[in-house]
C-alpha cells in the first residue's frame, strides 16, 4: 500500500446507547480518514465521543451500545494483495482473532488498567505473539527484549522479570507500548496515552511514539483533550463535540485559523504564559445531554455567536479549503461576519511566529 493510501475510513457511523434513563444518542454520524503512515487526532471535552468512535473500530463497545449505521472500512495487504474489510461486519470473535491487537492496537490512558498485576511483564508482552503469531518461547522473548529496548527501558533483561507495581507510571506505559506494538499492527490507537503521567515523562512518550511510529511506518490515532498534545504529535486534527466532528484540518489549519466557535474555546482554554489576562479562561455551561438529543447545534446553548438558525437546524461541513471544513452557519455566505476572538488572534500569531524560528 503506498504511503499516502486510506488505511481506515469511518463512514457515517451513528451509535447510541441503552441506559435506564431512556437512549443515548453518543455518535451522530461521524466521518474520519486515515492515511497510511499519518498521524490524526480527535480533540474534545469529556463524553464528546472520541473513545467510543474508536472501540466500535476494535471491537470494545460495551454491551448496552447499538451501532444504528455506518461502516468502519480498514485496507491492508496480504500476501501482495490489497483487501479492504468492514470492521463493522465482523463478529466479536474474527475482529479478536484477526485484527484487534494485532492489526489495529490500542494504548489506553491507565497502564494499571491494562496489565495483568500477577504476570511479569515480560509474559505480558509475549503473550500476544505466542497466542497469534504462534512463536516459539524463544522468539517471543527474544522479539519481546527488543520491543522493551525499543520503547527506551533500559536494563531490559532485569525488567523482563519485574511485575507492574515494581515500575513507575512512565515505565509501565512504556510496557503498554511495547505490548501494542509486538504483533507488529497497522495502526496504533493512543487513547489519552499520557494523561495519567507529570509532563516531563509526558513529553517523553510523545516523543517515543513518533520515533517509534517512524521507524514501523505505523499509522497513529490520538484521542484526546488535550491540544498541547495535539500540536506536538498530529498532522491531522478532528475537533468532536456531542457525538459530532465539528472541524477538521490539518494542524496549522486548526491552530492558527481555526473557524468553529468551540474551537476558538477549546484554543483559549490553554494557558499561555504571555497573555495580559491573569484568569484561564473556559467555555462557559457544559456539554449537551444527548438523552434529550438537540434539534439545531448542540453547541448552540455555549456559542456567544449563535444565530437564530442554530436552534432549529444543525449545520452542515462547509468547505474552508480541500483539507479544512467547520460545521458552524458562520460560514454561510448569508450569515453576518464575525471575527475569532482578538486575544485568541494575538495568541495564535505570537505562537505562529514562535513556531516559525
Known sequence: MQQNATILQIKNLDISFRTNAGSVHAIRGVNLDLQKGETVAIVGESGSGKSVTMKAAVGLLDSNATVNSGEILYTYTENDVEKTVDLLKLTKKELRTSYNGQRLAMVFQDPMTSLDPTMTIGKQIMEGMILHQHKSKEAARARALELLQLV????????????????????????????????????????????ALDVTIQAKILELIKDIQKKMNLSVIYITHDLGVVAKVADYVNV????????????????????????????????????????????????????????????????????????????????ISETHYAATWLLHPDAPKVEMPAELKARLMRARKEAGK
Not at 527506551?152 to 522479570?161: H, Y
Open 152 to 195: 527506551g527501558i533500559t536494563d531490559a533483561e532485569k525488567r523482563f522479570n519485574n511485575y507492574p507495581h515494581q515500575l513507575s507510571g512512565g515505565m509501565r506505559q512504556r510496557v503498554v507500548i511495547a505490548i501494542a506494538l509486538s504483533a507488529d499492527p497497522d495502526i496504533l490507537i493512543c487513547d489519552e496515552p499520557t494523561t
Open 240 to 319: 468532536m463535540y456531542a457525538g459530532r466532528i465539528i472541524e477538521v484540518g490539518n494542524v496549522e489549519e486548526i491552530f492558527y485559523e481555526p473557524c468553529h466557535p468551540y474551537t476558538w474555546g477549546l484554543l483559549s482554554a490553554m494557558p499561555d504564559l504571555d497573555t495580559d489576562d491573569d484568569r484561564l479562561y473556559s467555555i462557559p455551561g457544559s456539554p449537551p445531554n444527548l438523552l434529550h438529543e438537540p434539534a439545531g447545534d448542540a453547541f448552540a446553548a455555549r456559542n456567544r455567536y449563535a444565530l437564530k438558525i442554530d436552534e432549529k437546524m444543525a449545520p452542515p461541513l462547509f468547505k
